[in-house]
């Protein structure tokens, strides 16, 4: 079973694209969203192959996981919908959101 995976982002911004083990046979994945400050956040999937030669983020195809937008206080969920990767975003806001990824069903 993988490690936790953890990110974290302060301010106005998005974090690096984490790729999520969608081989797995029963692939599951958990967030675990802390907030520090004053922060409005979302988490964002893709099915995008990340992991291509070439492959930019900024030009993927991502869409709000369905719990996991327009959200100011720390929160969790789960994974909603088949995903190749992940991506933290602060909308607004100065604070600082950390999130925990648990990945399971191996």
Do not use: C
Not at 43 to 53: F, M, N, P, S
Not at 67 to 84: F, Q, Y
């Amino acid at each position: 079973m993988p490690r936790p995976k953890r990110v974290s982002i302060t301010g106005v911004s998005t974090s690096n694209v984490i790729p999520l083990n969608y081989r797995a046979p029963n692939p599951e994945a958990s967030f675990i969203a802390n907030v520090t400050g004053t922060a409005t956040y979302k988490v964002k999937l893709t099915g995008d192959d990340v992991q291509a030669i070439g492959y930019t983020a900024g030009s993927g195809k991502w869409i709000d996981h369905s719990t996991m937008t327009g959200l100011t206080a720390s929160a969790t969920a789960n994974l909603d919908k088949p995903a190749t990767a992940i991506q933290l975003e602060i909308t607004s806001g100065t604070g600082t959101v950390a999130l925990d990824i648990l990945e399971s069903g191996f």
